[in-house]
């Protein structure tokens, strides 16, 4: 069917194209016109925005740690729900359902999970495959792994750790790679409590340092687009303002993504010895081009925190509200669920502030990334409010003021005057995540680029307008019309097809009948487990 969205605002960066015009499409691609075709559906776009779908390069949507938030809170749900026929998932929700779907409303189109442990990936990928409409895609962790620090321990070539990301990548069926407080959990089951850059993890004698650089060069040796995803140490602790620092200065020139960067922006200034140090990284990121980072946008509010970061998440549990948490440990990283309500008192504001001041003073929308970390530092559903703190000053002095004074006093965002442009949130949300996950086929209403489109209706209330989009286009269906889902489709898992050597798969076979006793087929994804015709959609690597 061929489709003209007539006469709206089209804002796409990643085209150079800014004003009222048309978008036309056919067979699930945007084109350049209708080469004196008549369309056969006009969609009238007057009075509205038209951009391309969004993309979330990180928030937590499926594995094992989101689903067991959900059956750790049952008050915030409708429990135990009669399983659907189609899944063999539970439908406590948040459900899978109901991810896709609120998505989609709100105009996203691809969505990456940031943390999928290798050794889960068959349930994270099961329970992906049932989030409606929306692609998806994931990023392997390693970093903890007996494996990998066993062969740097043991000094293996560059060669040889390259074979091993690239088998990793490849079985799990990701579209990157994540490390997450690199060493620390092996250092965990040591008693260790703190772990900062140089620490060493006891038994292997390696730094997270050098976990971490060894995890990037390889990223970068196989031409994986996405730079190595870094969940640094010390996260959420005062002063983790000096761990972030010093993982930046370690880039070195090669690209390196710091991921949820306001959970290390925390000084150690005042009587409280807890400080804002958000204006402190945003020049750090503005002065090093190879770093981009997420921000993980606090908003007030009952939460869940759900991390592999099971030191961090091990000392959170006193502050679990309600009170219950769970944490478990195994090869690799474990992991951490902790519910979590954030107040507006001295610490949460100062949480809150200094996400915005980072919005707000890394000057370049090309390397910072809108998330909230979701569930951790707010459910993706507030991002229409946070849209709205950015663009409207007003609205984010009237909630300044509504702060502790004694908060606002130790960060600079009271003074901060920028209004992000609809250039900008383009940018941010469309163009420069499909730039940096090698997505060359969205974040643009290019031709060529799939019919990802969201088109809003221009209102005063920013939030109001991009919390339900007049029209969504997920590979040229229309799938949610007037903010609500109108069409349920199946999106695709994008992934890697990263080389995987003969010699490698040996030596993880061996490696798993040694370890587990069990066959290496139980840690390698089979596409037949994913019951439906292609579920995956390949990314090529860096050439």
């Known amino acids: 069917m061929l489709t003209r969205i007539e006469g709206g605002h089209v ?10 015009g048309d978008v036309w499409f056919e067979d699930g691609r945007i084109l350049a016109g209708g080469e004196g075709r008549a369309p056969d559906r006009v969609i009238d776009a007057a009075g509205c925005l038209v951009m391309a779908g969004a993309i979330d390069i990180h928030s937590h949507i499926g594995g094992g740690n989101v689903n067991t938030a959900r059956l750790l809170l049952p008050e915030h749900h409708r429990a135990h729900l009669p399983r659907p026929a189609a899944t063999p998932l539970s439908n406590a929700g948040w ?59 043991d000094k293996a070539s560059p060669a040889m750790i390259e074979d091993y990301v690239a088998w990793t990548v490849a079985s799990s069926r990701a579209l990157g790679v994540k490390v997450i407080n690199a060493g620390a959990a092996a250092a965990f089951k040591e008693n260790v409590r703190t772990f900062s850059f140089d620490d060493v993890v006891p038994s292997y004698g ?15 040796a196989l031409g994986i687009p996405h730079p190595l995803h870094v969940h640094c140490n010390n996260l959420g602790a005062a002063g983790a303002a000096d761990t972030a620092a010093v993982t930046m200065a370690a880039a070195e020139g090669l690209p390196l993504h710091l991921a949820h960067l306001q959970f290390y922006g925390y000084g150690t200034e005042g009587k409280r010895k807890f400080s804002s140090a958000g204006a402190r990284l945003a020049e750090i990121v503005n002065s090093t081009p190879e770093i981009t980072v997420d921000v993980g946008q606090v908003m007030f509010g009952q939460t869940v925190t759900v991390s592999s970061d099971v030191m961090r998440q091990f000392s959170a549990r006193g502050t679990a509200s309600p009170k219950k948490s769970v944490i478990h440990d195994g ?19 100062l949480q809150w502030a200094v996400g915005l001041e980072l919005f707000l003073l890394i000057d370049d929308p090309w390397r910072v990334f809108f998330t909230t970390d979701h569930p951790n530092g707010a459910p993706f559903t507030t991002y229409p409010a946070i849209f709205r703190l950015l663009m409207d000053r007003e609205a984010r002095a009237e909630a300044i003021a509504a702060l502790p004074k004694a908060a606002l006093a130790m960060t600079t965002l009271p003074s901060i005057g920028r209004e992000y442009s609809w250039e900008e949130i383009a940018v941010m949300t469309r163009a420069a995540p499909a730039k940096l996950l090698g997505l060359k086929d969205r974040g643009t209403l290019a031709p060529g680029a799939i019919a990802d489109i969201a088109v809003y209706r221009k209102q005063p209330d920013i939030e109001q307008m991009l919390g339900a989009a007049a029209y969504v286009f997920k590979d040229g269906d229309l799938v949610v019309r007037d903010g609500e889902v109108t069409h349920y489709r199946r999106g695709k898992a994008l992934r890697l097809d990263t080389p995987v050597d003969a010699a490698m798969r040996r030596r993880m076979e061996a490696f798993h009948q040694e370890r587990y006793g069990l066959s290496l087929d139980w840690f390698t994804f089979p596409d037949h487990a994913i019951s439906r015709a292609a579920p995956f959609a390949e990314v090529a690597c860096r050439s």
């Open 11 to 20: 804002v796409d960066p990643a085209s150079d194209r800014s004003g009222v």
């Open 206 to 220: 390696v730094s997270s340092r050098r976990i971490v650089k060894t995890l990037q060069g390889a990223v970068n």
């Open 331 to 349: 090869d690799a990283n474990g992991g951490g669920i902790v519910p979590y309500r954030y107040r507006p008192d001295y610490y949460g504001a």
């Open 95 to 153: 459900s899978t359902f109901e991810t896709g779907c609120r998505y989609a409303q709100m105009g996203f189109t691809t969505v990456v999970e940031p943390a999928m442990s290798p050794g889960a990936a068959l349930h994270t990928h099961l329970e992906l495959s049932d989030i409606p409409i929306i692609d998806k895609a994931t990023l392997a962790i390693l970093g903890n792994d007996d494996f990998l620090l066993s062969m740097i321990r």
